[in-house]
């Protein structure tokens, strides 16, 4: 046998070096649950803008700062998904009406 035997240091779903990532997590699952609302809203009715216009920044920040402070590909990969959906969430709610669409005059 040729090939050494290595471990599976796999683990967890996130993190794949072994340690725990606490913020990291919880940045990952709000940028996702941000994204995915955002983006749900904006595709429904676009009476939501304003829901999905600041759950869309909202989720551009937390994904983004989440990003800064990622440690492994499986944490970038799925922020990036969030900040996707996400963005084009808030893009969307920004050409329905936008942040403040018909509550400043």
């Keep these: 046998m040729a090939q050494a035997m290595r471990p599976n240091t796999a ?3 996130f ?10 997590d919880i940045l990952l699952a709000v940028t996702l649950v941000l994204g995915i ?14 829901l999905s216009s600041w759950t869309g920044l909202v989720g551009i920040l937390t994904g983004a700062y989440g990003q800064w402070v990622s ?19 808030f893009f969307l709610g920004m050409a329905h009406g936008g942040l403040f669409g018909g ?3």
């Design 11 to 13: 683990g967890g779903l």
């Design 15 to 24: 993190a794949t070096d072994g340690k725990p990532h606490p913020l990291q």
């Design 37 to 50: 609302t955002s983006f749900i809203t904006a595709l429904v009715d676009e009476d939501l803008h304003l």
């Design 71 to 89: 440690e492994t590909t499986r944490e970038r990969f799925g922020l990036i998904l969030g900040l996707g959906a996400a963005g084009v969430g």
């Design 103 to 105: 509550l400043v005059d």
